[in-house]
């Protein structure tokens, strides 16, 4: 590597570690406001799901499937198998959920998106649905929290072609850069992550609800199907709430 090359590769990571670091402070000084805790977002918060009536369920999830697209479709890859006649079928990246998120919360445009995001929840629910075939009857069980790691600090940045996710845990002295990659909205209600194929990319549900708040549900989806028995339907939502704190 000649001396012009080798100073150019410094003055690039010195220009990078300069600019996490002054996220990094900006971020220390954003997390030292006392987050909004009057807010009450229930674990069914901006979710919707079919009707629990026979024909009902099958015609509302069909409804889902008109918010697709072509790119996204491409992202999808699931496992099967077989144990006693029962067939399970794990989507680890699943677009279209039982439990979606709700279609008020989708943004005609994407500008909206850009700035700095504050986390102020972040939690894994559990949604599970079945139907017990021989008396057509559905079943809804009550949500489940599975986790809830909202009092960890985590900031969203997002420009107009990438996206940013930095988190601190509880207990962590310093801001760490999680996820970072290009990203497209799909069809006002998708975002697709990636870093060089879209195929290769993942998926979340992205809104933004009445108050401004942006709502991130990245879902996986498992379900059990016996023949001529049961379906049975079981959606983990990973879901993160922002508050926006700056527009750049």
């Given at each position: 590597m000649t001396y012009h090359l080798r100073l150019l590769s410094?003055?690039?990571?010195?220009?990078i570690s300069v600019d996490i670091f002054a996220q990094?402070?900006?971020?220390?000084?954003?997390s030292k406001t006392p987050k909004d805790t009057s807010v009450n977002f229930p674990?069914?918060?901006?979710?919707?799901?079919?009707?629990?009536?026979?024909?009902?369920?099958?015609?509302?999830?069909?409804?889902?499937?008109?918010?697709?697209?072509?790119?996204?479709?491409?992202?999808?890859?699931?496992?099967?198998?077989t144990e006693n006649g029962v067939v399970s079928t794990i989507t680890p990246n699943s677009i279209i959920p039982h439990a979606q998120l709700d279609t008020t919360t989708?943004?005609?445009?994407?500008?909206?998106?850009?700035?700095?995001?504050?986390m102020i929840k972040f939690r894994s629910i559990r949604y599970n649905d079945s139907v017990y075939l021989p008396t057509k009857t559905y079943y809804r069980l009550s949500d489940i929290l599975l986790d809830d790691k909202s009092n960890d600090e985590?900031?969203?940045v997002i420009t107009d072609n990438n996206f940013k996710l930095y988190v601190k845990e509880i207990g962590k002295k310093d801001f760490k850069k999680v996820s970072s990659g290009k990203y497209r909205i799909e069809n006002r209600r998708f975002i697709l992550k990636y870093k060089l194929a879209k195929a290769g990319g993942g998926v979340s549900q992205i809104g933004i609800d009445?108050?401004?708040y942006l709502i991130l549900n990245y879902p996986s989806v498992?379900?059990?199907v016996k023949k001529g028995?049961?379906?049975?339907y079981y959606a983990v939502i990973e879901q993160y709430i922002f508050e926006k704190v700056s527009e750049r």
């Open positions: 410094i003055l690039v990571l010195t220009i990094g402070n900006d971020f220390e000084q954003l674990l069914d918060y901006k979710i919707s799901r079919p009707r629990l009536e026979y024909g009902n369920w099958d015609r509302d999830f069909d409804v889902y499937y008109s918010f697709l697209t072509p790119t996204i479709r491409k992202t999808q890859a699931a496992l099967s198998y989708m943004v005609d445009d994407p500008k909206k998106f850009i700035g700095t995001w504050r985590a900031f969203a009445e108050r401004g498992i379900e059990n028995e049961y379906f049975s």
